[in-house]
């Protein structure tokens, strides 16, 4: 099974959830997330992932079954067929129980967690990388491998459906920004969270932007507190840093709707989405706004900081800016990371380590939580569950 898709169900609509379930994965299937031969999580493995009852995915499932956008078999499971291309949930990991040891739980902010690396995968993707032919120099864009491999990883695991050209290899998630500030006016205002991430406070005005605060709450970025007279917004929807709170659906298409109308950009920090494991996930701006969106990735916190390299995908007025500077400045990402990342990608050895590292991230919250306690500081919808930091 893979991840979850990107759901939005509405409580308050007067149309049944179970429809708006269905609707979501049959769309998804037109839209080329969801693909033939996929096998469906269970219906109570689904409702457990999405917050809601059996009952509803049970009759979301019979509709799709109905409309022969999906086939079962007794003790198989349920299976995208034909057309519909449905990507399938992930099974949520299963309660975390604190485990029995007295080995201390590292709560440093932005601490990756590289003991659950495979050592032994992440030499084969070394030495994969280094057998590959020497080349004249990295490109501007991205490997073109590597621009595959990212566009693949997006779809299955963050549920954004992009072309290899949209993608350009980065090297991470701050000099992306700083890129991005160079291509702006200087003086141009960007709004940022308040609190948020200072080091990519520090490339914006490195970059000679200006920068406005904006604060956050339990839903994420106030979108109504967002100004005005902006050239851009930066923010980390999927996990806000530092307070790990979501950026609701709602505000998700008001942040949208007003790039559009008032005409800026909005850069998606999606630093650590993949780690989910607990919440159903939320469409990606740059899923919604594809025109106004700039979806950045990095691989510091799914694999490990020493790979030095990320990614982003734009509208291809940006990409064209971006590659011109780069061809101009000779600033262009190390190939080396790259090749490393498309060889864990290839080799399924990535998809494995994502599923090895949900299940510790999440028997480590269990054993903080239990022994804290609940606190006023650990609201249900604001505790992270997931590793912090950015880049």
């Given at each position: 099974?893979?991840?979850v ?43 457990a ?23 079962g ?11 519909a ?20 739980v590292?709560?440093?902010a ?10 032994a ?25 590597f621009?595959?491999?990212v566009?693949?990883?997006l ?7 992009a072309a ?21 006016p ?6 940022v969270?308040d609190?948020g ?34 050239a851009?917004v930066?923010?980390?929807p ?27 950009w ?5 630093y ?28 510091s ?50 998809a494995r380590?994502l599923?090895?590292?949900r ?10 939580l ?22």
């Amino acid at each position: 099974m893979v991840d979850v898709p990107p759901v939005v169900l509405d409580r308050t609509s007067g149309t049944p959830l179970s429809v708006q379930l269905a609707d979501a994965l049959r769309a998804a299937a037109v839209g080329g997330t969801l693909r033939p031969g996929d096998r469906l999580p269970s219906t109570r493995e689904l409702a457990a992932a999405l917050g809601i009852s059996r009952t509803v995915t049970s009759a979301a499932y019979d509709q799709l079954l109905a409309e022969g956008w999906a086939g079962g078999r007794r003790g198989v499971g349920t299976f995208v067929v034909g057309a519909a291309a449905a990507l399938p949930a992930r099974a949520p990991a299963r309660p975390a129980r604190p485990r029995k040891t007295a080995a201390p739980v590292d709560l440093r902010a932005g601490a990756p967690c590289l003991e659950v690396l495979d050592r032994a995968a992440w030499r084969r993707a070394w030495r994969a990388a280094g057998d590959l032919a020497p080349d004249p120099g990295p490109e501007p864009v991205a490997d073109p491998a590597f621009q595959r491999a990212v566009t693949e990883h997006l779809l299955r695991h963050r549920g954004l459906a992009a072309a290899p050209e949209d993608v350009l290899a980065t090297a991470g998630t701050s000099a992306a920004v700083a890129e991005l500030a160079g291509l702006l006016p200087r003086g141009s205002r960007v709004a940022v969270e308040d609190p948020g991430y200072q080091r990519v406070v520090g490339a914006l005005r490195d970059g000679g932007v200006t920068v406005v605060p904006v604060p956050v709450d339990r839903d994420g970025l106030v979108v109504d507190a967002v100004p005005r007279g902006l050239a851009a917004v930066y923010c980390t929807p999927a996990h806000q840093y530092p307070l790990g709170s979501r950026l609701s659906a709602a505000r998700r298409l008001a942040l949208v709707a007003r790039a559009r109308t008032e005409g800026w950009w909005v850069l998606e920090d999606d630093y650590d989405g993949e780690l989910r494991y607990d919440v159903a996930p939320l469409p990606l701006l740059g899923a919604l706004g594809p025109d106004v969106a700039v979806h950045l990735g990095t691989t510091s916190k799914i694999v490990s900081p020493t790979l030095g390299v990320g990614w982003l995908v734009a509208p291809p007025e940006l990409r064209t800016a971006l590659v011109d500077r780069r061809t101009a400045t000779g600033n262009r990402p190390a190939r080396a990371g790259q090749r490393v990342f498309t060889a864990l990608a290839e080799s399924g050895d990535l998809a494995r380590h994502l599923r090895r590292l949900r299940r510790e991230l999440a028997a480590r919250r269990a054993e903080v939580l239990a022994a804290v306690g609940p606190t006023q500081l650990m609201d249900p919808s604001a505790t992270s569950t997931t590793a912090s930091g950015t880049d």
